[in-house]
């Protein structure tokens, strides 16, 4: 998109947006750099500290360690970089798949419309966690690749619904019925005339669905099904924590505020775009 | 021969049972400051002066009905509610309860048992030898499909000669045969029993059975020895944890088989709440198994350097509660050998020994265990102990259901648990390492073959009790030990906790979860 075009109100940045910009950014370069930036090895016990209960936060384990004396600041990191390539990965089949479903029907109506949104209430009549919770069990093995699969072959639908109404009314501009009648092919009119205007919602939508797929890889790994033990999850850091939370509370705390904190910045991007986008539609 | 030790269904139902129970109860419940005591508490059950016991549990109980009853809880209250020829003491060690005394032919295939004289049922009806020829009948026979039929399926003919003696006849000698009749399978039924209403022979008696809700049992008036206990015992079935601490705190509940994960380590660590633990170890071996004929297993220096790499105590503390196994058999058994020491955790030297055995790390190891969140801390603990000494783990966590099958079929290694149907070493060995056992499904999962401990284990089994049996079993754990099929890692501890004013609760080695003796203030 040509940003000389933008007008001069719009230029005025929002600081929520930049804090959920940076906030992001900064998750995603703590994930890619996991490695280099965590302390200890996220499995491995450090022999140092007794294996029972978990040790509070120390100057040599900053957030202290698990019941099995491994790091958890560590293990928070690399957990990071799980979650994000999780929820990434499937936010990314989720919005093509949506986007996919939603532009079809919303261009060719009729039949196609109807066939793809019945699969769409069909898909979202299932409460999203016990798809999930039924897919991830009877998967053969259960990894980061099959996790995004489940994840974003459940999550798809509601892309798909903004995305059929965005094209309903973009099929009827002007300048798409001129190309029609031009004898642009349909692949044209979708690729030039289509699918360009469709960007600001798309970043709306993948902004939103990474905080929901994030939250639900977080959720599977909580209820035992994510990505197996050890990987160091924040679901199964969660589930962890459960059994001491009498005795070592802020266990708890750690990966519970790594996923507030994801959710909320990627929420925030979303919320933020929009507003820009509608204020942009107005003016 | 005795045919519960062949690969039936048997062994693997108490192993199903016993991993369930590891499952749930070192994670039991924890009450608040053990609180007022308010002398009897609710549950169904009142009236002035007598005493109600509350036991609440999330498992159900599925039959009470003796030829049927296997699951913790089902065999739980027919123990309560009956008699049989031979208990148990606290040390596992049989005594006579309904028989006086018993010989064995020279051939020792018969038994003859002779039964105390004034043994009565809860209606009064005098309990006879008759009453346990029909008993076992009823659980040999197909139409019945008893769960404990294996057991009996040696037996080729009870005799009831008169009212005060039973013989047994078998079709080989069995020298567990005691133990068998020892069973809540083999207690006294009268004739045309109805499977919902037995009639008592024990300390208790049933009042009501509603499967899956409730169980209530009143003291059988008949019973001498149930003096001074609890007059009335009530079952609550399916309460999950959280529920059934909130309803200890309330008083509503008595006692707990044991303590939910949540409140486990803060009860454990209140020198208040002392009082309200009972813990016991049972006959229960945890163990990391290993496929023997699977790389880098079959190398027997790999299993040993893998042995040192593993740190027992660690085990026992992320468990939270455990004795350390420096045996295979577990320490009810009479072939136990306490004296026992099994080396500590030597990381240098196990890393040599690798060296000298030539390992080098090829593919993963894969590493079957349960899904539930304890399983998987203490599996992860052996998974980064072989780590650091260079040998690579995979876990495996699948439903219980899927890991029974799976470790059976093939697996690489698995983290188990296994416990012997009754007090017996033959009971607990012989299904998990005589090669008779090998193939897809089997108990003898680590695929161990060695002809001089198929022998000694055949030998100690027709061999009478005493130290000639045992030093048998030993020689063939000897071996066991040398080779590690099975590295040892520690043993089951139970956990029972109640309100201040419940006394006598134990942890029985043989019955574990037990409903009698328990009293009230």
């Not at chain 2, 813990?279 to 079959?298: E, K, L, S």
Request: hydrophobic share 45%; net charge neutral.
């Amino acid at each position: 998109m040509d940003g000389s075009e933008v007008g001069p109100e719009r230029k005025r940045r929002s600081p929520l947006l930049v804090f959920g910009l940076l906030l992001a950014v900064g998750l995603i370069l703590t994930g890619v750099f996991a490695p280099w930036l965590a302390p200890y090895d996220p499995l491995q016990p450090d022999p140092r500290v007794p294996v029972g209960l978990p040790a509070p936060p120390s100057s040599q384990h900053l957030l202290g360690t698990d019941s099995r004396a491994r790091d958890v600041l560590s293990r928070l990191i690399h957990g990071a970089r799980l979650s994000l390539s999780v929820g990434l990965g499937a936010m990314v089949l989720a919005v093509g798949l949506g986007t996919l479903v939603g532009v079809l029907a919303g261009y060719f109506r009729g039949s196609v419309d109807v066939l793809l949104m019945r699969l769409t209430d069909v898909v979202m009549a299932f409460p999203a966690i016990l798809l999930a919770l039924a897919a991830a069990t009877v998967l053969p093995q259960r990894n980061a690749w099959t996790l995004i699969l489940v994840i974003g072959l459940i999550s798809w639908t509601a892309a798909a619904r903004i995305f059929r109404s965005e094209t309903l009314s973009l099929r009827e501009r002007v300048y798409v019925e001129a190309a029609r009648s031009m004898g642009a092919s349909h692949g044209r009119i979708l690729a030039r005339h289509i699918l360009p205007h469709l960007l600001p919602t798309l970043l709306v939508v993948a902004s939103l669905s990474t905080a929901a797929t994030i939250l639900m890889d977080a959720g599977l790994s909580f209820l035992n099904v994510g990505v197996p033990a050890p990987a160091p999850t924040w679901g199964s850091m969660l589930l962890d924590a459960q059994q001491y939370y009498s005795v070592a509370p802020w266990l708890a705390v750690w990966p519970g505020l790594a996923v507030l904190l994801t959710v909320a910045s990627f929420n925030l991007i979303a919320f933020e775009l929009r507003r820009r986008e509608s204020r942009g539609a107005k003016g | 021969m005795s045919l519960r030790m062949h690969s039936g269904p048997f062994p693997l139902a108490p192993a199903l049972r016993a991993l369930l129970l590891a499952g749930i109860l070192p994670l039991a419940v924890g009450c608040g400051g053990g609180g007022e005591s308010t002398g009897s508490s609710a549950g169904g059950a009142g009236g002035s002066g007598e005493q109600v016991l509350t036991v609440a549990t999330a498992e159900v109980a599925s039959s009470v009905d003796p030829a049927m009853a296997f699951d913790t809880w089902s065999t739980a209250i027919v123990h309560a509610v009956t008699r049989r020829l031979v208990d148990y003491d606290q040390d596992a060690k049989l005594i006579p309860d309904l028989a006086e005394r018993w010989e064995t032919s020279s051939d020792g295939k018969t038994y003859t048992f002779h039964l105390k004289p004034d043994a009565k049922f809860a209606d009064g009806t005098p309990i006879e030898a008759k009453h346990f020829q029909s008993a076992i009948r009823r659980v040999q026979d197909p139409e019945t499909g008893s769960p404990g039929a294996d057991f009996y399926a040696g037996i080729s003919e009870v005799e009831a000669p008169d009212a005060r003696t039973l013989v047994v006849k078998l079709k080989a000698p069995d020298p567990t045969l005691p133990n068998v009749m020892g069973m809540t399978f083999a207690a006294p039924i009268q004739e045309n029993p109805d499977p919902m209403r037995p009639v008592s022979s024990g300390p208790y008696q049933l009042e009501t059975f509603e499967p899956g809700s409730q169980v209530v049992l009143k003291k059988n008036p008949n019973d001498t020895a149930a003096a001074g206990w609890v007059d009335r015992i009530v079952i609550q079935l399916k309460v999950e944890e959280p529920l059934q601490m909130t309803r200890l705190r309330n008083g509503e509940v008595d006692l707990l088989p044991g303590i939910p994960p949540a409140e486990y380590a803060r009860v454990m660590n209140d020198p208040s709440e002392k009082d309200n633990v009972a813990q016991g170890v049972v006959n229960q071996t945890w163990y990391f198994g290993v496929n023997v004929t699977h790389a880098p297993w079959d190398n027997p220096r790999v299993r040993e350097a893998a042995f040192l790499a593993l740190n027992r105590a660690n085990q026992v503390s992320v468990a939270g509660a455990g004795q350390v196994a420096n045996a295979i058999l577990p320490p009810y058994v009479p072939a136990y050998d306490a004296s026992r020491k099994l080396p500590d955790q030597n990381v240098a030297r196990a890393k040599q020994l690798l060296q000298e055995a030539g390992y080098t790390p090829g593919k993963k190891s894969v590493m079957w265990l349960s899904n539930s969140a304890v399983y998987q801390r203490r599996a992860e603990l052996i998974q980064s102990d072989l780590a650091a000494i260079g040998i690579p783990v995979e876990l495996r966590p699948v439903t219980f259901s899927e890991y029974r099958k799976g470790y059976r079929n093939d697996a690489d290694c698995w983290y188990g648990g296994w416990y012997p149907d009754f007090p017996d070493a033959g009971n607990f060995l012989e299904p998990v390492f005589h090669s008779r056992n090998i193939g897809p499904g089997k108990n003898n999962a680590a695929h161990y073959r060695n002809p001089q401990v198929d022998t000694l284990l055949e030998k100690a089994r027709i061999t009478p009790p005493g130290d000639e049996r045992i030093a048998l079993y030993r020689q063939a754990e000897d071996i066991l030990l040398k080779d590690l099929p099975w590295m040892p890692l520690y043993y089951e501890m139970e956990t029972r906790y109640f309100r201040d004013n419940v006394e006598g609760v134990v942890v029985h080695p043989v019955w574990r979860q037990m409903l009698t003796g328990i009293r009230k203030q």
